[in-house]
Nanobody
């Protein structure tokens, strides 16, 4: 029932920017805490950013100051603006919804019940 569809990924040179979007359906978006995660080949999934229903934001140290998460409840979308991209940002980026837990666990992927299929971001040197 719940569907999350990511878009906006692509190939960009180091120092460039990309904006990812996640379109959500089948859930009450306005009261959902939303997250972005990423996974590079051979590595475990890692937390990138999250936004609560009240629009509090949280970021991984590796992206803080470069990435910005936002949401548009009227359009049921959550976005991730990525600036000053680095080759180490290369990964498949996933949108997550249906979070259940405390604020301290928003970076834990297992706390999210719904996931998109992901969008590839490749940053070249």
């Amino acid at each position: 029932q719940v569907q999350l569809v990511e878009s906006g990924g692509g190939l960009v040179q180091a120092g460039g920017s990309l904006r990812l979007s996640c379109a959500a359906s089948g859930l009450t978006f306005s009261v959902n805490n939303m997250g972005w995660f990423r996974q590079a080949p051979g590595k475990k999934r890692e937390f990138v950013a999250a936004m609560t229903w009240s629009e509090s934001t949280y970021y991984a140290d590796s992206v803080k100051g470069r990435f910005t998460i936002s949401r548009d409840n009227a359009k049921n979308t959550v976005s991730l603006q990525m600036n000053s991209l680095k080759p180490e940002d290369t990964a498949v980026y996933y949108c997550a919804a249906g979070f259940r837990g405390t604020i301290a666990t928003m970076s834990t992927g297992d706390r999210y019940r719904n996931w998109g299929q992901g969008t590839q971001v490749t940053v070249s040197s």
